[in-house]
Antibody, heavy 118, light 109 residues
Framework: QVQLRESGPGLVKTSETLSLTCAVS?????????WGWIRQAPGKGLEWIAN???????YLNPSLKSRMTISVDTSKNQFSLTLRSVTAADSGVYFC???????????WGQGTLVTVSS | QSALTQPASVSGSPGQSITISCTGS?????????VSWYQQHPDKAPKLIIY???NRPSGVSSRFSASKSGNTASLTISGLQADDEADYYC??????????FGPGTRVTV
Protein backbone atom coordinates (compact mmCIF):
# COMPACT_ATOMS: atom_id res chain seq x y z
CA GLN A 1 0.00 0.00 0.00
CA VAL A 2 1.42 3.33 -1.06
CA GLN A 3 1.56 5.86 1.74
CA LEU A 4 2.69 9.47 1.73
CA ARG A 5 3.39 11.67 4.71
CA GLU A 6 4.12 15.37 4.64
CA SER A 7 6.31 17.11 7.15
CA GLY A 8 7.03 20.76 7.62
CA PRO A 9 7.38 23.65 10.08
CA GLY A 10 3.72 24.47 10.66
CA LEU A 11 4.46 28.17 11.13
CA VAL A 12 6.51 30.33 8.78
CA LYS A 13 7.18 34.03 9.01
CA THR A 14 6.12 36.37 6.25
CA SER A 15 8.77 36.79 3.53
CA GLU A 16 10.68 33.71 4.67
CA THR A 17 11.02 30.31 3.03
CA LEU A 18 8.69 27.36 3.44
CA SER A 19 10.19 23.89 3.14
CA LEU A 20 8.12 20.73 3.05
CA THR A 21 9.06 17.10 2.60
CA CYS A 22 6.94 14.15 1.55
CA ALA A 23 8.11 10.71 2.64
CA VAL A 24 6.87 7.84 0.51
CA SER A 25 6.46 4.27 1.76
CA UNK A 26 5.16 1.15 0.09
CA UNK A 27 6.55 2.25 -3.27
CA UNK A 28 10.03 3.09 -4.45
CA UNK A 29 10.29 6.47 -6.13
CA UNK A 30 13.07 4.96 -8.22
CA UNK A 31 10.53 2.66 -9.91
CA UNK A 32 8.95 5.58 -11.65
CA UNK A 33 5.62 7.36 -11.31
CA UNK A 34 5.34 11.04 -10.68
CA TRP A 35 4.97 13.00 -7.50
CA GLY A 36 3.14 16.20 -6.78
CA TRP A 37 2.14 18.95 -4.40
CA ILE A 38 -1.34 20.38 -4.05
CA ARG A 39 -2.48 22.98 -1.53
CA GLN A 40 -5.74 24.21 -0.09
CA ALA A 41 -6.18 27.61 1.50
CA PRO A 42 -8.53 27.69 4.52
CA GLY A 43 -12.09 27.22 3.33
CA LYS A 44 -11.01 27.23 -0.31
CA GLY A 45 -10.52 24.77 -3.13
CA LEU A 46 -7.56 22.71 -4.28
CA GLU A 47 -4.67 24.31 -6.12
CA TRP A 48 -2.12 22.26 -8.01
CA ILE A 49 1.43 23.41 -7.23
CA ALA A 50 3.91 21.15 -9.02
CA ASN A 51 4.86 17.66 -10.16
CA UNK A 52 8.21 15.93 -10.40
CA UNK A 53 9.31 12.54 -11.70
CA UNK A 54 12.11 10.34 -10.41
CA UNK A 55 14.61 11.86 -12.83
CA UNK A 56 13.90 15.35 -11.55
CA UNK A 57 11.79 16.48 -14.49
CA UNK A 58 9.43 19.12 -13.15
CA TYR A 59 6.10 20.64 -14.06
CA LEU A 60 5.32 23.86 -12.21
CA ASN A 61 2.27 26.03 -11.68
CA PRO A 62 3.11 29.23 -13.60
CA SER A 63 1.69 31.40 -10.83
CA LEU A 64 4.17 29.99 -8.30
CA LYS A 65 7.04 29.02 -10.56
CA SER A 66 9.29 31.97 -9.76
CA ARG A 67 9.16 31.27 -6.03
CA MET A 68 9.41 27.52 -5.81
CA THR A 69 11.80 24.65 -6.11
CA ILE A 70 10.77 21.01 -6.14
CA SER A 71 13.23 18.14 -5.83
CA VAL A 72 13.35 14.40 -5.37
CA ASP A 73 15.71 12.28 -3.25
CA THR A 74 15.47 8.68 -4.39
CA SER A 75 17.95 7.54 -1.72
CA LYS A 76 15.57 8.68 1.00
CA ASN A 77 12.43 7.89 -1.03
CA GLN A 78 11.09 11.37 -0.57
CA PHE A 79 10.50 14.59 -2.44
CA SER A 80 10.46 18.18 -1.32
CA LEU A 81 8.96 21.59 -1.98
CA THR A 82 10.53 24.93 -1.21
CA LEU A 83 8.51 28.13 -1.52
CA ARG A 84 10.28 31.44 -1.07
CA SER A 85 9.04 34.87 0.01
CA VAL A 86 5.84 33.53 1.49
CA THR A 87 2.84 35.68 2.39
CA ALA A 88 -0.40 35.01 4.21
CA ALA A 89 -1.85 33.88 0.87
CA ASP A 90 0.44 30.85 1.06
CA SER A 91 -1.21 29.64 4.26
CA GLY A 92 -3.20 26.44 4.06
CA VAL A 93 -2.98 22.69 4.00
CA TYR A 94 -0.30 21.27 1.73
CA PHE A 95 -0.84 17.79 0.34
CA CYS A 96 1.64 15.58 -1.43
CA UNK A 97 0.34 12.99 -3.85
CA UNK A 98 1.35 10.41 -6.42
CA UNK A 99 0.42 11.20 -9.98
CA UNK A 100 -0.13 8.09 -12.06
CA UNK A 101 0.05 7.38 -15.78
CA UNK A 102 -3.52 8.60 -16.23
CA UNK A 103 -2.47 12.05 -15.05
CA UNK A 104 -4.55 11.80 -11.89
CA UNK A 105 -3.54 11.86 -8.23
CA UNK A 106 -4.23 8.39 -6.89
CA UNK A 107 -2.55 8.43 -3.48
CA TRP A 108 -2.50 11.39 -1.13
CA GLY A 109 -0.84 12.29 2.12
CA GLN A 110 -2.99 13.44 5.02
CA GLY A 111 -1.84 17.03 4.54
CA THR A 112 0.16 19.41 6.66
CA LEU A 113 -1.10 22.78 7.82
CA VAL A 114 1.13 25.75 7.12
CA THR A 115 0.43 29.14 8.63
CA VAL A 116 2.28 32.20 7.41
CA SER A 117 2.35 35.01 9.90
CA SER A 118 4.54 37.87 10.91
CA GLN B 1 -3.91 29.16 -17.08
CA SER B 2 -7.60 28.82 -17.88
CA ALA B 3 -10.11 27.96 -15.19
CA LEU B 4 -12.60 25.14 -14.75
CA THR B 5 -16.11 25.98 -13.58
CA GLN B 6 -18.34 23.92 -11.31
CA PRO B 7 -21.60 24.72 -9.55
CA ALA B 8 -20.95 25.87 -6.01
CA SER B 9 -23.48 23.47 -4.56
CA VAL B 10 -25.79 20.63 -5.49
CA SER B 11 -28.28 18.95 -3.22
CA GLY B 12 -30.43 15.87 -3.35
CA SER B 13 -32.45 13.52 -1.21
CA PRO B 14 -31.31 10.05 -0.21
CA GLY B 15 -31.75 7.65 -3.10
CA GLN B 16 -31.86 10.34 -5.74
CA SER B 17 -29.28 11.00 -8.44
CA ILE B 18 -27.37 14.20 -8.89
CA THR B 19 -24.98 15.42 -11.56
CA ILE B 20 -22.08 17.85 -11.17
CA SER B 21 -20.75 19.58 -14.24
CA CYS B 22 -17.20 20.76 -14.84
CA THR B 23 -16.66 23.09 -17.77
CA GLY B 24 -13.26 23.85 -19.18
CA SER B 25 -11.98 24.66 -22.62
CA UNK B 26 -10.48 23.19 -25.76
CA UNK B 27 -7.05 23.35 -24.14
CA UNK B 28 -7.85 21.11 -21.21
CA UNK B 29 -11.03 19.03 -20.84
CA UNK B 30 -11.84 19.25 -24.52
CA UNK B 31 -8.37 18.17 -25.57
CA UNK B 32 -7.46 15.27 -23.31
CA UNK B 33 -8.98 12.21 -21.68
CA UNK B 34 -7.18 13.18 -18.47
CA VAL B 35 -10.14 14.30 -16.39
CA SER B 36 -10.35 13.09 -12.81
CA TRP B 37 -12.73 13.65 -9.92
CA TYR B 38 -12.02 13.80 -6.19
CA GLN B 39 -14.23 13.54 -3.14
CA GLN B 40 -13.18 15.42 -0.03
CA HIS B 41 -14.83 15.11 3.35
CA PRO B 42 -14.19 17.86 5.91
CA ASP B 43 -10.64 17.89 7.22
CA LYS B 44 -9.68 14.91 5.12
CA ALA B 45 -7.43 14.43 2.14
CA PRO B 46 -9.10 14.26 -1.26
CA LYS B 47 -9.93 10.79 -2.56
CA LEU B 48 -9.74 9.84 -6.22
CA ILE B 49 -13.12 8.56 -7.40
CA ILE B 50 -12.87 8.87 -11.19
CA TYR B 51 -9.84 8.91 -13.50
CA UNK B 52 -9.39 9.13 -17.26
CA UNK B 53 -12.86 10.65 -17.66
CA UNK B 54 -14.94 7.56 -16.92
CA ASN B 55 -12.93 5.05 -14.89
CA ARG B 56 -13.43 4.15 -11.24
CA PRO B 57 -10.49 3.06 -9.10
CA SER B 58 -10.80 -0.26 -7.36
CA GLY B 59 -12.99 0.04 -4.29
CA VAL B 60 -14.97 3.08 -5.44
CA SER B 61 -18.71 2.53 -5.50
CA SER B 62 -20.39 1.95 -8.85
CA ARG B 63 -22.85 4.65 -7.80
CA PHE B 64 -20.23 7.10 -9.06
CA SER B 65 -20.10 7.49 -12.83
CA ALA B 66 -18.74 10.13 -15.14
CA SER B 67 -18.63 11.27 -18.73
CA LYS B 68 -17.39 14.02 -20.99
CA SER B 69 -18.88 15.92 -23.89
CA GLY B 70 -16.82 18.54 -25.61
CA ASN B 71 -15.34 20.87 -23.01
CA THR B 72 -17.60 19.70 -20.20
CA ALA B 73 -17.12 16.74 -17.89
CA SER B 74 -19.83 15.45 -15.60
CA LEU B 75 -19.96 13.37 -12.44
CA THR B 76 -23.16 11.55 -11.51
CA ILE B 77 -23.86 10.12 -8.09
CA SER B 78 -26.77 7.74 -8.09
CA GLY B 79 -28.60 6.35 -5.09
CA LEU B 80 -27.44 9.28 -3.00
CA GLN B 81 -26.33 8.34 0.51
CA ALA B 82 -25.58 10.39 3.60
CA ASP B 83 -21.85 9.65 3.29
CA ASP B 84 -21.82 11.22 -0.17
CA GLU B 85 -22.14 14.60 1.50
CA ALA B 86 -18.75 16.14 0.71
CA ASP B 87 -16.92 18.49 -1.63
CA TYR B 88 -16.22 17.26 -5.14
CA TYR B 89 -13.44 18.58 -7.37
CA CYS B 90 -12.77 17.97 -11.03
CA UNK B 91 -9.25 18.11 -12.39
CA UNK B 92 -7.81 18.20 -15.88
CA UNK B 93 -4.43 18.07 -17.52
CA UNK B 94 -3.85 21.04 -19.81
CA UNK B 95 -2.08 21.87 -23.02
CA UNK B 96 0.46 23.84 -20.98
CA UNK B 97 1.60 20.65 -19.20
CA UNK B 98 -0.09 21.79 -16.01
CA UNK B 99 -2.99 20.44 -13.98
CA UNK B 100 -6.00 22.49 -12.99
CA PHE B 101 -8.71 21.90 -10.41
CA GLY B 102 -12.25 23.14 -10.53
CA PRO B 103 -13.42 25.34 -7.63
CA GLY B 104 -15.32 22.47 -6.05
CA THR B 105 -18.97 21.58 -5.56
CA ARG B 106 -20.51 21.07 -2.14
CA VAL B 107 -22.94 18.16 -2.22
CA THR B 108 -25.64 18.18 0.41
CA VAL B 109 -27.78 15.14 1.07
Amino acid sequence: QVQLRESGPGLVKTSETLSLTCAVSGYSISYGAYWGWIRQAPGKGLEWIANIDNSGLTYLNPSLKSRMTISVDTSKNQFSLTLRSVTAADSGVYFCARRDEHNCFDYWGQGTLVTVSS
Amino acid sequence: QSALTQPASVSGSPGQSITISCTGSSTDIGLYKYVSWYQQHPDKAPKLIIYAVTNRPSGVSSRFSASKSGNTASLTISGLQADDEADYYCNSYTISQTWIFGPGTRVTV
